[in-house]
């Protein structure tokens, strides 16, 4: 299990290192050589991935030490650019993968074929992509079998199926298996891990009414993520009490929280929790009874998601302005926004099925009339999606 990353390196001095996966792997002492592989595989991911098929960039590109920076990188990206991680996720999968390919000497290969098909599920997930999703996680649990840290990485793949799991809203079976995972993720001592377990409780707490006990678990959430000095859940879960306290009707309490919670999602580039946050406070723009302010964030909101290729929230943004157009009274407004959205929609297979709302709102924007009670069932349907 990475005993020693290079084989074929010169002798160093090796240390004991806690990676993000839990992992305890061998990587060297010196700083100086962690900084050298962090900026070889920014030059690396650098380089358009139809050029790196050079021999001198395949040889370096079979150093775990990179493949590790890579990984790490990607991570990183997740909320910026989930569709440039899944893209370059799937490049080293495939990479990687080649039959006779060489990584490492123990385990390595298999790890990181299931650390990128991991992290290409992810982005999937982020990108509402859920069939691709299934299959990446399907793909990095069977590579993860062959490690002998199969436990921790397991873990992590459990954790992304249950958020999987959580946005097609079966809420039973997520609260059933939740506390078994939390308890491998503590025994592990994966402290993030089993934080970011309590949020699927949250959301769950959100989709189902129960307003008030998701303020005081994301209170709790808050809490314990500045303890583990992790701004990115920090800033998540605020952004969830922001919505929260919206739908409570606490305006004033939502807008401070909004206020510092935008600077997190600024200073850790969190391009996804920046729209989320843009659509929160639209939703709670409209409950003040401003629609012009509610439109104008929503569509800040729908430009955002624009720009990180997430279909199907950019859809569900299209929904909530569609409603808020007629309350304006153009209705022209409305119907070129559900024009853009239902096709989507419809393709994703994002409505359950059999939903009779679904079907009158097709059928009221084909005569170019918007049934507003069936368009407000169906965007209610969306409209609590959250979390991570």
């Known amino acids: 299990m990475f005993a020693r ?30 900084s050298e592989a962090a900026e070889e595989a920014a030059r690396i991911l650098a380089i358009p991935r139809e050029d790196r098929r050079i021999p001198a960039i395949e040889a370096a590109m079979e150093e775990p030490e990179l493949l590790l920076a890579v990984c790490a990188f990607l991570r990183t990206r997740l909320e910026s650019s989930p569709a440039d991680v899944h893209n370059e996720a799937e490049f080293f999968y495939r990479w990687i993968e080649t039959p006779n390919r060489s990584i490492g000497v123990f385990d390595e290969k298999d790890y ?4 990128t098909a991991l992290l290409a599920g992810s982005a999937s997930r982020i990108l509402f992509r859920r069939d691709e999703a299934r299959r990446w996680f399907d793909r990095s649990e069977t590579a993860f079998r ?4 199969a436990i921790a990485d397991w873990a992590r793949v459990a954790y992304q199926r249950l958020a999987l799991r959580v ?15 939390v308890e491998t993720f503590r025994k592990l001592e994966m402290s993030n891990d089993a934080l970011k377990c309590r949020f699927l409780e949250g959301v769950i707490h959100i989709n189902t009414q129960r307003y008030e006990e998701g303020i005081l678990l994301f209170r709790e959430i808050c ?31 939502a807008l401070e929280q909004a206020q510092g919670t935008l600077k997190l999602f600024y200073q850790l580039d969190n391009r996804v929790g920046l729209a989320k946050l843009q659509c929160g406070i639209g939703l709670l723009m409209r409950t003040r009874g401003n629609p012009a302010a509610a439109i104008e964030a929503l569509r800040a909101a729908k430009e955002g998601f624009i720009a990180l290729q997430m279909r199907s929230d ?4 299209s929904l909530l302005l569609a409603d808020l157009e007629l309350e304006i009274g153009d209705e022209g407004a409305a119907v070129r926004e559900l024009i853009e959205a239902l096709p989507v929609i419809e393709s994703e297979n994002m409505v359950p099925e059999g939903m009779a709302a679904w079907s009158l709102l097709q059928e009221s924007v084909r005569h170019r009339r918007v049934d507003r009670e069936a368009l407000r069932l169906v965007h209610g349907y969306f409209e609590d999606r959250s979390g991570l």
Not at 229 to 253: D, F, I, M
Not at 314 to 317: I, L
């Open 167 to 181: 946005e097609e809203r079966e809420f039973d079976e997520v609260l059933e298996l939740l506390p078994s995972l």
């Open 314 to 317: 950019v859809s569900t943004m």
């Open 5 to 34: 990353l290079d084989a074929r390196s010169r002798d160093r001095d090796d240390r004991e290192l806690q990676t993000v996966t839990g992992r305890v792997i061998q990587f060297p002492r010196n700083p100086r050589l962690l």
């Open 223 to 253: 809490v314990e993520a500045r303890g583990l000095q992790n701004e990115g859940l920090l800033a998540v879960a605020c952004n969830n009490l922001v919505q929260l306290q919206g739908l409570l009707g606490n305006s004033e309490e």
């Open 112 to 115: 990181f074929l299931g650390e």
């Open 146 to 149: 062959h490690t002998v840290n």
